[in-house]
């Protein structure tokens, strides 16, 4: 099993930027939440994804430093599929505990759209109220890949956020084609905007807060976002969800590649937007894998993170055998910027990292926005 990059941040660093925090104590983590399995449920043959082999495709020229990151393809044994089997055993498998207050899944009316628009392949969960302040104002998450498993995890919450899911495939490329116009992020937040004007019957409705979030290959709409939008975009969090093209010596990362996301970082670690980033240990070939982009981060600000004790992180009540457990292994904390890195190099290790996105929404975003 490929473990986390153990590289430290002397391995070549983009200069000290900005000072970083005394190393952290390790913060406290909670049981997972999942549904009893009755008994008598018949356990089918677990899934697993087919592996995506990786392009053998030639690193990309370095970015200017304004340019977003260089998209690369889903890493070697991430799941080419939806993350949701019928084996309650696996990292794959997350239990259906309805939709709770939400409802259902709603769509956006965009008939002007072309069939490939982000906004024809957005679906929409409105809470009771639209989640509406006095100002009509509302909290909003945009998460790119694994609609439901998101929606599994996130619905039975009771939060007062408003969640929009976009699948668009299962490579990178899919990803950043759905953002690859200039200002079709701010189209997609628009219609968003005017979905809960009609659904509330109020005139006065904006995105308070913004939240981006992806999962494996989903990180492409995201950096897209993120070089259109810098200012809107409120909070960042990263599910295994970070890559980055070599630089030609196939060992460093690009110049420039990560950009966006150092400045994120820096911000975050001074106490603005928030910005959670999880790796798991899943190597890849000819682009760098998300323990590597963790590294480059951290190598950045001129910090280093904490090695752990292959904790397992639980949450009360939660019955292990339900699911393959998240094993912490690093992590760094600096103001708002969080770094968990964990064990675990196969499809179900993989897919584990959506289970963190209520973990990130609770502890870090959510209290941030308010």
């Known amino acids: 099993m490929a473990g986390v990059d153990p590289r430290p941040a002397e391995r070549g660093s983009n200069g000290p930027q900005t000072s970083s925090s005394a190393p952290?104590?390790?913060?406290?983590?909670?049981?997972?939440?999942?549904?009893i399995i009755a008994a008598s449920m018949v356990l089918t043959v677990l899934a697993l994804a087919r592996v995506v082999p990786s392009p053998s495709a030639k690193?990309?020229?370095?970015?200017?430093?304004?340019?977003?990151?260089?998209?690369?393809?889903?890493?070697?044994?991430?799941?080419?599929?939806?993350?949701?089997?019928?084996?309650?055993?696996?990292?794959?498998?997350?239990?259906?505990?309805?939709f709770g207050a939400y409802g259902?899944?709603?769509?956006f009316d965009v008939p002007d759209a072309a069939p490939n628009d982000v906004r024809r392949l957005a679906k929409v969960l409105v809470p009771p109220g639209a989640g509406l302040r006095a100002d009509g104002g509302f909290d909003l998450l945009v998460h790119f890949h694994g609609a439901e498993p998101v929606?599994?995890?996130?619905?039975?919450?009771?939060?007062?956020?408003?969640v929009v899911a976009i699948d668009a495939g299962t490579r990178s490329s899919h990803y950043g084609k759905l953002l690859a116009e200039q200002g079709s992020f701010d189209r997609l937040?628009?219609?968003?905007?005017?979905?809960?004007?009609?659904?509330?019957?109020?005139?006065?409705?904006?995105?308070?807060?913004?939240?981006?979030?992806?999962?494996?290959?989903?990180?492409a709409a995201v950096t897209r976002a993120l070089a259109?939008?810098?200012?809107?975009?409120?909070?960042?969090?990263?599910?295994?969800?970070?890559?980055?093209?070599?630089?030609?010596?196939?060992?460093?990362?690009?110049?420039?590649?990560?950009?966006?996301?150092?400045?994120a970082a820096r911000e975050?670690?001074?106490?603005?937007?928030?910005?959670?980033?999880?790796?798991?240990?899943?190597?890849t070939d000819g682009y760098a894998s998300t323990s590597e982009v963790a590294t480059a981060l951290l190598d950045g600000l001129g910090a280093t993170s904490v090695s752990v004790a292959g904790d397992v992180e639980e949450e009360e009540g939660d019955d292990p055998s339900d699911h393959a457990p998240l094993r912490l292994v690093r992590m760094y904390d600096a103001g708002r910027f969080v770094i968990r890195g964990y064990a675990g190099a196969g499809p179900d290790d993989h897919c584990a990292h959506l289970r963190l996105l209520k973990r990130a929404l609770t502890e870090d975003v959510l209290p941030a926005f308010h």
């Open 104 to 107: 259902n899944w709603q769509s």
């Open 268 to 283: 975050a670690a001074r106490g603005g937007a928030p910005f959670y980033l999880s790796h798991s240990g899943v190597r």
């Open 189 to 219: 937040i628009s219609a968003i905007e005017q979905h809960i004007a009609r659904a509330s019957s109020r005139a006065d409705t904006h995105a308070a807060h913004l939240a981006v979030s992806s999962w494996s290959a989903g990180y």
């Open 59 to 98: 690193p990309a020229a370095a970015p200017s430093a304004s340019a977003a990151p260089s998209p690369g393809s889903l890493p070697k044994g991430a799941p080419s599929v939806e993350p949701d089997t019928e084996a309650p055993i696996s990292g794959c498998f997350f239990p259906d505990r309805g």
């Open 24 to 35: 952290p104590g390790k913060r406290k983590t909670s049981r997972w939440d999942a549904a």
């Open 228 to 263: 259109q939008s810098p200012k809107r975009i409120g909070a960042i969090v990263l599910l295994d969800s970070l890559y980055a093209s070599y630089a030609p010596n196939q060992r460093d990362i690009a110049k420039g590649a990560l950009s966006g996301y150092v400045e």
């Open 151 to 162: 929606r599994k995890e996130l619905a039975p919450m009771g939060l007062s956020l408003v």
